[in-house]
Every structure is written in structure tokens, then in C-alpha cells.
């Protein structure tokens, strides 16, 4: 049995959602893939627990619940660049919510974690919409992995699909529907021919739009989500600022009710061969034509053809799905 | 550079496919995989080309086309099993079709092969279908893999999804529309309302649906593909004759019209978790309701939740696309 010590940065709906996967899979882990994995350091944004033998994870994620983290009794006012520095694991989980003009604060996270020789496992899109050659180069330079299956589609394996199941496929072009939250908006749109703010005020109202859905309207988080794919599948370097980006923010109920009467749906698409972010009209039997948060990406290659998968594009236990595929992928090698 | 060497079972579509594809990707796997391929034997079912330096695929393909591979200079009246205990090769590549009551000639073949510690890749279900457990304990024993995406869903990598994307997931379901060729007639039969005869027959003259397609029709193909993903992605132990079969053959055009009226379509299905091939009425509007000659497959995962893959089910490039990803993850490792 070997031991894998992890560094959690980041104890959000993610961090806690990766920490209930492994208390589930723990066994399973051990058996099928004859790994221990510990969690030696969780960071959070004021300070960090550390404990080399191991944290009690249903302790602390039942503290970190009633928002009580910080009684923990190995908290420590210490960030999570100094725990990187400090302690030696084999991945770094990188789970906070990035800044998009900035990529921080995982863009330094990720780049102090690679710099000590350890492999990062990342759900945070900024960084790697940002800067994704650099770090690629970084890891390279100091022989580690850098993995970022949950920073697109959620628990949908697109990355891992073209790794290892496209191996030898060229890829033609990517685009889909990215974004959860405002598919689910359109739909609501088209279904009950709501205006846009009375979808969005619903949604925020159950939960699902983010306090601040900017992110989501106005197709910031597809556009991040573009310049990932454009440079894992597509090898093109590119940056965020390179995407074209229009959201979601103007469409009235009057477009969408014209399109559906014309039967197409209005889906807000990224596509990764152009660069860009627009409102397209979908047939609506096309099999793009997801409703909800469904996430659905088209993959066209020249011998495959074209590959299409949908699934959740969110929720904590669907990205934790992703993050161990990631880990584990790293442990094997 | 390392040297790879392959011995090719079957050229017919698929095999001259196969063939066809290596000659377009020869310099991109040299490029990105550091590999040179070279075929050192291809079999017929009356004979075989050999040639240890490599066979000069591009007129090997010529002569095959024109039904006149039995003039190459090199041809002699050897059998495939002969070649595997003659000849050591990396991987064997077993692409005949197969017979579905006795798996073969494609199980001599695959248990040949392993047991020379050959690896083998082979789209042939039959085999697998039967004796799925007793050929992976061969390859375990041996020491070597055997690996069979193409047997299942054409292009779409559902197998290496599973293995590397899914990694911790528990599978609980897996279904879906397995077969082109009954998906193609059940569409006809919808869109133009036509008898299963007719739409059978205008398959056939569009040279899509086989000479004998009994075993699209009766369900026989999309059975022994239930079989296989219930090894594979489920841990059963079961073999195609523990699969329950209904086939489409009894469905009138007032059954598919019926259903229409009532917003579902029939599809063939294969429930690989009831080890069950039925039609069924799917909703028009379900992401499973895929027209044409596609394959769609649905994984329920309980921590991905659901995920469905959506592309080509048959296809020469497609199918080869499947081969090179298992055969470039066995020269990978």
C-alpha cells in the first residue's frame, strides 16, 4: 500500500464536496488502486489545519459546516503558499474560485506547488484560462503533472475523453454548451416565456445562480472555459482575452419565443476552433439540445467523427468525479 | 524511435480501414507517440501475406480492393494461426467477424495470440461476448493486454472513458442504442411511415444494412454488446447467453406511429445492468433519441451522475479510431 499525501487549498462547496468523495471512496481506493491517501494540510483564505498524519476530514468538514473551521484545533493563521512551501506532499489540490483578470489566488498557488516539484490537481479556471502554457512549461520544467478536468463540464471527462480515448484523432473543432446556470436561464425563458431577470431571480431563489451571476450571464465563465479546451484539445496557444464574448444579457423573451416557434432553442455556445462566446439558434432535435444544467460538448475529429457528451457540467460531487480521475491518474504514473 | 511490430487478422472494411488509417497516421504516431508501426503479417481466411521488414500497406490495400490479394508476391496459403506461432509480434489484431454461437475464428485467434505473450486489440464481439472472463484471465496469465474499444459503439471511446475518466465512480446503469443499422430502420419506419420490410429493403440497397442483417435486426448484435460493456463496465460475469433479447423484428408502422402520436420514439436497447435488449418508448425530447446510424450510450454513475455519449457506431475511420487508442495505450506502457 502506498501513501499519497495531499494539500487541499480551497475548503468551498468543492473542498468539502472532494473531502465527503474520498471519507466515501477511501475504501475503494485502497483496494483497487493500493493507495492511502491522506490529507495533510486543508488551506483556506485566513489560515490552514496541518496535520502530517492525516486530518480527520468528518471532524473537519462537520466544523467547516457550521462555518466553525477556524476552532479547529490545528488551526494556524498560516496561508497556503508558506503550507506549500512548508510541507512536502505528492498533489496539491487547487479548489479556490479565481479571479478571472487575475488568475489569483490559485495562479500562484498552482505555480509555488509546481516550483517544489509537486503535481497539482486544479477545479479553478482562471489560472489556466490565463496562463495555461506557462504552467504547462512549469510543470514540465520540474517533471511534475498538472491536471484541470474539473475546470470544464464538471463530472463530464472531456479532457481525459481526448487523452486517452481520441488518441490519434485530429481534432477539427469543439463547442458546446458550458455553462449550467445559463442554459438553465434560457430554458426557463423558452419554457414559461419569462424575461430574463425573472428567470435569473428564480434561480438565484432555489440556489443554483451564484449570488454575483455575472460570471455565468454574460458568458465569462464559457469564455474561460473556451480558452482551456482551445489549448488542451485544439493545441492552440491562447489566452481568456483572446475569446470573442457575448452573453446572454440581452436576449428577450420576444427572440426566444420567435426561435422556438421556428423550432430552434437559443443556447449560449462556446466555440473553441473560433474563439468564441455568442447566443446561437439550435435545432431542437439537435443533440446539443440539452435542457436545465446539463452540459454538452461536441468533439469533431477526423476519424471519430463527431463525439458528442452530455452531462452536469456542476455540483460538488460531479467535480470531485473529475478531480479523482486526475489524482488518480497521477498516482498510477 | 521504437519499433512496433503488428500482425493484422482480417482485411476486409474494417481491416483494410485499419490499414488505410496507418498509412494517413504513420507520421503523426512516429511524431507524437515516438513510435514506428510496421505490419508484419496480414491474414486472410485462406492465406497470408509476411514480411518482416514491414508490408507496403499502400499496395496491399490496391491488390485487396481489386479482390486480388492472393496475387502478392509474398502471399502464401498460411493460416492466421500458424502466422501467431510463427511470427512474434507486439500486438495482434484480430478483425474478423465473428460467429456469435461458437466466438469464432476470432477466439482461436485472441487465445493463440495470448498465450505466445502477444498483446491483442480486436473489434471482434463474439469472442468476448462468450468468454469474456476466461480471455482476460489468459491475458493476465501471460502477462499481457487485451484490449476490445471497438467492439462496442464504433468511434465513441466508452471503454477508455470508463477506465481513465470515471476512475472511483460506481457504475449503478448503462444502456443505450447500440446498433446503427436497427436505429437507421426504426427512423425510416418513423419519419415516412414504413414497414419494416421496406425500410429494411432500402437499407439494403444503400448498401447499409448487411446482405444478412439478422443480427441487427434480432437484437443478436446490440445482445453481444450487452454482454461485453457487463463485463467490463459493471463487473458481471456473464456471457451472451444470459442476455434476454427481443429484436425489432415484430414492430408494425401503427406501433411507431402510435408512439409518435404520443411524443416517443421506439428505439432498441440495450440495458446492460437487466442484461436486457428490448425496444422501448424513449421521449422525443430525451438526449438518448438520436436519429440515423447513431449510437448513443448512457452511463448513470453516482458520483458523474449521468453521462451519455453520442456518435458513430460503425465505420471503418471510426472503428479504427477505437483500435489506434487501444493500440497506442498498449505501446504506452
New interface residues.
Partial sequence: MNEANLILIGFGVIGKGVGR?LLK?RD??RK?YKKNIKIVAVCEVDGSIIDKDGIDLKATIELAEKNRLREHEKWKSINAVDVIRSIKADIVLELTPGDIKTGEPGLTHIKEALGQGMNVVTSNKAPLALKFRELMKEAQKNNVRLRY?ATVG????II??Y????????IKSVYGILNGTSNYILGKMEEELLDLETALKEAKELGIAEPDPSYDIKGIDTGAKVAILANSLMDMEVSFKDINIVGIEDITPEAVDLAKKHGYSIKLIGDVRRLEVSPRLIP??H?MN??GF?N?ITIN????????????GA?A??T???I??DV??ILDH
Same sequence: chains 1, 2.
Avoid at 154 to 157: E, K, N, S, T, V
Avoid at 163 to 170: A, C, P, S, V, Y
Avoid at 301 to 312: P, Q, Y
Wanted: aromatic share 2%; hydrophobic share 40%; charged share 30%.
Fill in positions: 468523495v471512496k475503494l481506493i483497487r478536468e464538471g463530472g463530464i471527462p481525459n475523453l487523452d486517452d480515448g481520441l488518441r490519434i484523432n485530429e431542437m432535435d443533440p440539452v435542457s446539463l454538452a475529429t477526423d476519424l471519430a467523427k463527431d463525439i458528442t457528451l452530455i452531462g452536469r455540483g460531487e460531479e470531485a468525479s473529475s479523482f480521475s488518480m491518474s
